[in-house]
């Protein structure tokens, strides 16, 4: 296939972001891990069980790939109990769609509950791609979201859309690219999931309660593709989960749909675990037998299963990699240009890869952060009263964030856009108020994004005092 051949098949299959405005100069596949989770305590040994050494693995790997996932290295041990996991795991999670009008002679079928017709491959471009790491010496699982338009280079196509890995050489070669893309990081297992599997597992646990932003309406009659959610607070099942998850038709483009899948994620892992979901296992054993492949073993499962039921799920940290939108003269189609500089610290910080990158002083420096303050509770004098309060204590760049946070906090947070956690703890110490949040759901403009809550209107910031540079 040749690169002109591929971006074609990426115009069809995946219309692009409309062109951002100009800017100042930044699971459904985790559902996975989370429904694996469910797993863990004594459901695990029957699971086992029934289940052969890989059983949801749906094609087997040649030699050649199977040593990119590095199949020989054991990530379990057994113990008197479930698996333990003997060393930090890294595992590529991708959510895969075809659409049915990208397959040859599939059938016209009438608009159904604004859902697009999907065929149930997993050889299309992955529609969600992430890196998920799990790590027993920390007791943390750090996540980072890659975003499908990112521009890199595909051995044997060339310069393209990371999403288009998975159709031109599976789950093998999506690992090998995205390991480069990341400083070489390990990648030790995958799992793909399509994007209907993904609905019907959403309704095997039971739906999600979220809350939605915005109006969400698109229709795409050439892509089946059809969107159609009111905001709100609301429990969305497999069908609007998935319509949630794949607007993109708005400013941020690929981007707002990154941030709406962290959102969810934190959604689902905040769900405490219940008799109903319990219940619901058999059902949530067949979706993941027919729609997912992975090439984790049964003890391998069992030991992520054991470590997610062992690890507080709210200090969960969701990164994305950093990078700008392409400008409309750069490029024929519109990508995600990675910054590398923020990327090698950002993997240094968080997965533990060595990086050339010396430390930049001025990064941590309260007079260089970008710090954007978003409201949640409609109250304007309160983002003012921030602002004023941090330019006051030496910080140069402080703005307001594009649009306000829809559902209304009632604690502020401070949100590690970037994964900086030093520079976040600073704005939090400074401020004397919140919780660090690592997310990439802020302001793409900022490294450090203060969400404010209810406790803002009461709060009584300190005596201003100039801010010292975080130590990292």
Do not use: C
């Not at 409309?18 to 930044?26: C, G, S």
């Not at 590398?340 to 260089?368: C, G, Q």
């Not at 402080?398 to 949100?415: D, M, R, Y």
């Amino acid at each position: 296939m040749t690169i002109n051949q591929l971006d074609e098949f990426s115009k069809r299959i995946t219309p692009l972001k409309p062109e951002p405005k100009p800017r100042r100069k930044r699971p459904w596949t985790v559902i996975v891990l989370i429904a694996i989770a469910i797993l863990s305590g004594g459901l695990g040994a029957g699971f086992a069980l029934v289940m052969t050494s890989k059983p949801l693995q749906q094609r087997a790997l040649t030699d050649k790939e199977a040593e990119i996932f590095g199949q020989n290295q054991s990530l379990a041990a057994a113990t008197a109990g479930l698996p333990d996991l003997t060393r930090s795991v890294n595992i590529l999670i991708l959510g895969t769609i075809v659409l049915t009008s990208d397959v040859p002679g599939a059938p016209t079928t009438p608009k159904e509950n604004y859902l697009a017709q999907v065929d149930n491959s997993l050889n299309g471009q992955s529609d969600a791609m992430l890196l998920a790491r799990f790590d027993p010496e920390l007791k943390k699982i750090t996540t980072i979201s890659v975003p499908r338009d990112s521009r890199v280079d595909i051995p044997g196509i060339g310069m393209s859309k990371i999403n288009a890995a998975n159709y031109v050489g599976g789950a093998a070669l999506s690992a090998q690219v995205v390991s480069q893309l990341l400083n070489n990081v390990s990648i030790d297992r995958y799992i793909r999931i399509n994007v209907g599997g993904f609905g019907k597992l959403i309704d095997a646990l039971g739906g999600v309660d979220i809350y939605v932003p915005k109006r969400m309406k698109y229709q795409d009659d050439s892509q089946h593709l059809y969107i159609n959610l009111n905001p709100g607070q609301q429990h969305l099942n497999g069908n609007k989960a998935i319509q949630y998850m794949r607007f993109r038709y708005d400013d941020l483009g690929d981007i707002g749909r990154v941030q709406r899948q962290q959102t969810l994620i934190r959604a689902m892992i905040e769900q405490k675990l219940n008799v109903t979901t319990i219940a619901r296992l058999p059902d949530i054993l067949q979706v993941l037998k027919e729609n997912i492949d992975t090439n984790l073993s049964v003890e391998e499962v069992l030991a992520l299963a054991a470590f997610a039921a062992k690890t507080n799920r709210k200090d969960a940290r969701m990164l994305m990699v950093p990078g700008r939108f392409s400008e409309p003269t750069e490029f024929p189609l519109s990508y995600w240009i990675v910054n590398n500089r923020h990327l090698s610290r950002l993997m240094a910080d968080h997965f533990n890869i060595k990086t050339d990158v010396t430390a930049d002083v001025e990064a941590h420096s309260p007079k260089y952060l970008r710090v954007a303050i978003q409201d949640s509770i409609a109250k304007p004098e309160g983002v003012k009263k921030a602002s004023r309060f941090l330019s006051s204590i030496g910080y140069n760049q402080v703005f307001t964030a594009e649009s306000a946070w829809a559902n209304p906090l009632a604690k502020t947070q401070i949100v590690a856009q970037t994964g900086d956690r030093a520079s976040a703890e600073l704005v939090r110490q400074s401020l004397g108020i919140g919780e660090v949040v690592f997310e990439a759901t802020g302001s793409i403009e900022s490294d450090v994004t203060v969400r404010l809550g209810r406790d803002w209107l009461t709060f009584k910031p300190k005596s201003p005092k100039p801010a010292k540079p975080a130590e990292n």
